[in-house]
């Protein structure tokens, strides 16, 4: 989508490369699907509930994309689409303002021994500027000043959230705070510009406690951090002079007294742990970054790609606790790191590790997450639909790419024949290429009824000049792998690229629920809590978006049955995590389509049980089992229907199994980035791809990595936009 | 996708443009980028920093910034101080306040003009500890401070600096600009001309040298004959004078050599009339 949309950027408004050629296109997009999206599509059922295909949350990082989405929903306004037009141009949202919303909660989970949970959250500092926005000199990021005030923030929030966790939450996480009060409120009490001492000695001496609890860690830490930081430097610099014997025994003795202080510190003080996790983290970061001489190497942070982010990180001296934390971890969870779905095979490429999040803390705009009011698939795809299709953007549903065929060799290869198969919709579906959305403007949740099948040549040089693979790399690899590797000059590189690029499985679920968090025990706000272990690693309270499915049901148009919903739902909760390869390899094999994705979406519910079963109390205190095992699986008989009633089971949810093709999730594994092949790259002469398996400059699998592909793609075929217009794309 | 046709290969196929880079530029300065800009209507999007040496200059920029935010914080915290004294029933807290209010700020900027000052003297000792400090801050970041860089600075390249450039040897490295005076030696008063010193670069040997140079700054756009003459020198606290005779001139750049007796240039001065 992001390709189609420089592509079509209307000539005035491009910033291309000037010796590039100022040229028109029309372009044609063939989806394989009923709907725009692939990972990220989302449909309405019949009662306007929104079926994801996972948690999608946008980062406040992501500037390109966003900027995209600025302009598309810009231009959808000028043009008269949103809310209140006509069929034709029928929006949910009318700009992204509305569209999407900051979140600055973030949480992680811990397990203890004995099955004990612990779940810590806290709120990130909001930030000057929007995402997506002109990078203006007081919202730039991506400067000395905003790198050092965030670094800060970033630290101080962190601290703070940790010193804030109320005492008495040990033991039963997610149990009221006093005085029911919310993670929000204690962070406001920390910033002293509103809290007034005189008003309440006894927080006056609380809060003197808790910083000068912090203040003697924090110092510990400090000197420890100059310390270590100095004697890296000292025995690495290979140009650095001679440094006798006697400074260097002193520094060593130096921080080894300052680590026996910490070390003692901690062991008196349990409650500090965490925070001495945080900072052992940022310490032993630093520490790499300056031993590995990343900062300064030519190829940035991907000079240490070859190698796990948590064996880089014990490597350079993190404690085995804080690499095994939940921070750690929840930064795997978050993106699938794990080989073949499997928890015990971690696998995160290190360099873009700390590149990720580098850009996520330092580099945000405004907040650190954005949720979507909606749908991904009505927030994003839906205004980019019909705004490409106002640029003469054609689209063509339901045609599934087949074969392809190349010829020439060495340096003139050319892609001579796309072969679609074509998919039929019968007239009863109502589904057309032209109006594939429904009366709100969503995509359906279900796929049209079909009626034959027909195959489509489209050639070289007649129906297509240039053709944007932009699938996922295992349909890319099932259509053009074989014939790809067959060529003879650049065959080495697309093979290295398919043999280490790996992907994983995932499975999603959302569950409506008829009590609100509250009621269900949660007592800390809408959040998105990761590293729950399996099943579903990741948590997100989604009850906003209960609204945007109450206003599809208001809808004059809306079908009758929808108007009938029941008003028993109070809040919606999102699962997404791993599905390991070895839940779908027996169940698929030998067996046809249809019954291995049976198979395999029962898995899905059968792991849906387990959590709600055995690990929904986590979150939700209020659903634990007693001590006799009593009111074991009580979440289960709090779902909802379909139709918004109370007597729910599992089949009236939300499951998904991604696995099969596009819909898979790219992992940035240690020692496979450096064989992705960048859509710059001109192997073929009329050909390039676009993903976020590419080389794109964020190698890791988001809506970000997928934009910037697309950009590069778009700049592969016409040079614009220029590179230094994709934000972040030289990032070291 | 169909694409009006720009062929190198045939004349109805279309063949992709050689690309100009093949991947990201991951050198250090990506970790930086300048701020976009609106002229007239018209957006120009930010670039990434993508040499050291403008990011440093970046940077130093950045400082002041953080300088000017420090002040502020410590005014708003000035302030606070003297809500929470009020709030506490202090009458007299309110003149205790402001005096001191008033010598933080006043502290801060004088002392802030004599480090720039300071800082701007070649033989000052505060100019060598700088300078030795950022070449110890050079050598760990990997910035190419070393003479045999000079070369490399020297090819003409993007840079988003509008100042003077600094000079290009060792041991002028750290000094962040050169004080330049300009005197008219036009005794007509209305043919003395507005100059902007765009460019002053100078070798360590013109530095360490107390001659006088005569310079002759030749238009760089037009082909035209005129010249502009002038003299260099350098004064008693180390700065320079450029002594400079207009007439009628054209206005635009002019660019002149600074040459020893010998003929060895030691120095480039650019001006805008």
Known sequence: MAAAWELSRPKEERFRDPDYPDAEYEITVYEQAWRLGGKGASGRDEYGRIREHGIHIWLGFYENAFRMMRECYAKAAKDGMGPTADADKVLPYASVDQAFFPEQHIGVATKYPNELWRIWSGLLPPTEGLPGTPLDEETNPFTLQAYLSRCLEVSKALIHSILATPAGEEGSPGAPRPDGRSALDEILDLKFSSFNPLDSPTVLVERMGEMLRGAVLTTAAGVLQGVTILETMLRQRDSAPPFSEGVLKFIEALAGEARKQLRDFVAIDPETRLKTQVLDLIMTIMIGLVQDRVLTDPRGLDVINHIDCKRWLLKHGAVVESVESAFVTGLYDLAFCYHRGDRKQPALAAGQAIRGALRMFFSYRGSIFWRMRGGMGETVFSPLYRVLRSRNVTFKFLHTLKDVTFSGKGHDVRVETLTFSVKEPSPQAKFTDDRPLDHFGCWRHLPPETTAETDTVLFDGKQFDAVVFAMGIDDFRRVCGKNLEKLEKPNTLWKRMFETTETVATQGAQVWMTHDINQLGWKRGSVLVSALEGPFETWADMTHTLAAEHAWRAHPEAPEAAKRYGPDVKSVAYFCGLLPESEITHKVRKVDRDRGDNRVHASVTRNLRKLLVERAHVFWPAVAPRADGRHRGRALKLLATDNGRKGGTLDHQHRQASFRGSDRYTLAVPGSLQYRISPLKRLVMNMTIAGDWTECGFNEGCIEAAVMSGMLAANAISGSPNTNDIIGYHHP | ?273
């Open chain 2, 1 to 273: 996708m169909t694409a009006q046709a720009d062929s190198q290969a045939g004349p109805a196929r279309f063949s992709r443009p050689r690309p100009k880079l093949e991947g990201p530029n991951r050198g250090f300065g990506g970790y930086y980028r300048s701020s976009d800009h609106k002229v007239a209507g018209k957006v120009f999007r930010g670039v990434p920093l993508q040499t050291a040496e403008d990011t440093a200059v970046a940077a130093v920029r950045m400082g002041y910034r953080v300088i000017d935010a420090q002040i502020d914080r410590a005014l708003d915290m000035a302030r606070r101080l003297r809500g929470a004294a009020t709030r506490a029933g202090v009458k007299d807290s309110n003149d205790v306040l402001d005096q001191a209010e008033r010598m933080l700020s006043r502290g801060g900027l004088l002392a802030l003009e004599w480090l720039e000052t300071a800082a701007n003297r070649p033989e000052n000792p505060l100019m060598r500890l700088l300078a030795a400090e950022y070449r110890l801050l050079g050598s760990v970041l990997g910035f190419p401070i070393d003479s045999d860089k000079t070369s490399e600075k020297e090819t003409p390249k993007k840079s988003t600096d509008t100042q003077p450039s600094k000079p290009t040897s060792t041991a002028a490295t750290a000094a962040p600009s050169w004080r330049v005076r300009i005197h008219h030696t036009q005794p007509e008063v209305e043919k003395r001309r507005a100059i902007a010193i765009t460019k002053f670069e100078m070798t360590g040997a013109a530095v360490r040298r107390s001659a006088a140079y005569d310079v002759r700054f030749h238009p760089t756009s037009a082909a035209s004959g005129a010249l502009l003459k002038g003299l260099l020198r350098r004064e008693a606290n180390a700065g320079w004078v450029l002594e400079i005779l207009t007439e009628d001139e054209p206005s635009g750049r002019w660019r002149a050599a600074v040459c020893t007796a010998q003929g060895d240039q030691v120095g480039i001065i650019e001006i805008r009339l």
